[in-house]
């Protein structure tokens, strides 16, 4: 009896029943491994102490708080737009767009007016307070800054503050509030510093994340004015160095688009719930905790992310980025002509070549030669614009302040460290305390001749 012959087609069969079991072990076997999975990591958290464990470290935790929540007129997150984030905005038609009011974080508390302030600021300003307003980007806002009380106007105002304490408790440590008789005592108080007005200073933190100056002169305009401050400090410059010049102010978000392309967005809504749904599991977590911990950057908004491409090689449309910045702070300062302005434009990285630190050179090394090169060509060119329409006791330039500087000052090419914070509300103390000096009163008894 002839044995059957097997040909490649006999073995058909087979091979399409192992593929078919296969497959099925696959999508049945897999899911079925990551729920036990998922179950054994749960079971195994809660019985060793709970799921503050998985919260990421406190870096990670401080950079989320500060990206933003975009969300809509009724309060809602538009579908397809990341939602990581817990700084709450919103899009407006005269600022393009805005910190929504009473919203408060572990790290930072916005008022009912969209301040970063722990109460409500009053219209109707005290007798005895003297109102200052700290406008500008991220820098000014003090992104990362652990509370309010460490952010930039919080500082300052502590220092005005204590200045005016210093004076009245140690009056002979300075200028005495009427010019002496005698020439040696005018002599001797030639010497000594001079008195600051006095009063109650009161640094309100209008700051938002993200904003340039076109942002900034319509906050000044719609809101800031109305308080009655009694000075100004415009902290800024990085936004309208990196943004194009055919914007008149910084928008956020594509919400046009998405909504031009529902099925785009459709798709964006999908995935977004997917990487929450993800993210959100047990497993995710103590992988990003433990074996691949989630950086900053992953909460990074639109205005956190920092590139060459950002900061334009084209001299022309470089003058246009300037021409605009210096447009709106000149608009700005006479906006404000009946009180005090100064105009800082704040620190970047590459104003500090020398002593740079590990982390420093790391951050340098990441944005390349093309973006140092071009940040302080235009850092430079927008100085040798800007110089010129203000005043020395209206202008001050940061870029290179930290150039000799042995501590870690950046924490990525603007936002700063603590102590670096408290050399810039240092130095802008300084330059506000020049613009309330109080010059002794005239004493009656000398007449024209006070030295006689």
Do not use: C
Request: hydrophobic fraction near 40%; aromatic fraction near 10%; glycine fraction near 4%.
């Amino acid at each position: 009896m002839r044995r059957p012959r097997y040909t490649s087609s006999s073995w058909q069969p087979k091979r399409k029943s192992w593929f078919r079991n296969t497959l099925l072990l696959i999508l049945i076997g897999l899911p079925l491994i990551i729920f036990l999975a998922e179950l054994i990591a749960r079971g195994a958290v809660l019985a060793t102490g709970g799921l503050e464990q998985l919260v990421p470290n406190k870096t990670v935790a401080i950079a989320q708080a500060y990206a933003f929540r975009l969300q809509d007129a009724n309060g809602n997150n538009y579908p397809g737009l990341t939602d990581a984030g817990k700084l709450q905005v919103r899009r407006s038609p005269l600022l393009g767009y805005e910190l929504i009011p009473n919203q408060k974080s572990e790290y930072w508390q916005i008022n009912d007016q969209g301040f970063r302030q722990d109460s409500s600021v009053p219209l109707d300003k005290p007798a005895s307070e003297i109102r200052i307003f700290l406008i500008g980007n991220s820098t000014a806002f003090t992104n990362m800054a652990e509370k309010n009380q460490k952010a930039l106007a919080f500082k300052i105002e502590k220092l005005l503050n204590d200045r005016v304490r210093l004076q009245n408790s140690n009056p002979e440590k300075f200028k005495p509030k009427e010019t002496p008789y005698f020439a040696d005592q005018i002599q001797a108080m030639q010497a000594l510093p001079p008195r600051i007005r006095e009063g109650s200073y009161r640094v309100i933190a209008a700051a938002v994340p993200g904003y340039s100056s076109g942002n900034e002169l319509s906050l000044l305009a719609h809101r800031v004015m109305a308080y009655s401050p009694n000075a100004l400090i415009i902290f800024d410059g990085y936004e309208d160095l990196r943004s194009p010049s055919s914007q008149s102010a910084r928008e956020i978000g594509n919400v046009e688009q998405m909504l031009s392309d529902p099925i785009a967005q459709y798709r964006q809504h999908q995935t977004q719930q997917f990487n929450n749904w993800l993210n959100s599991l047990y497993l995710v977590k103590a992988w990003q905790k433990w074996i691949s911990p989630a950086s900053i950057n992953t909460f990074s908004s639109d205005y956190q992310v920092f590139n060459a491409e950002q900061l334009t090689k084209d001299s022309q449309e470089l003058q246009g980025r300037i021409g605009r910045y210096v447009t709106n702070v000149t608009q700005m300062t006479r906006l404000a002509a009946n009180i005090p302005v100064l105009v800082a434009m704040q620190p970047e990285i590459t104003g500090k070549q020398k002593s740079l630190t590990k982390e420093e050179s790391d951050i340098l090394n990441s944005l390349g030669k093309e973006y140092s090169d071009r940040a302080v060509n235009a850092y430079k060119t927008a100085e040798q614009a800007l110089t010129p329409k203000l005043t020395s006791s209206k202008f001050v330039n940061f870029y290179n302040l930290f150039q000799d500087s042995k501590q870690q000052a950046f924490i990525d090419p603007i936002h700063l460290t603590e102590a670096a914070n408290d050399i810039v509300a240092q130095k802008l103390y300084e330059n506000m305390e020049r613009l309330f000096i109080v010059q002794p009163a005239a004493n009656p008894l000398l007449g024209d001749n006070p030295a006689f």
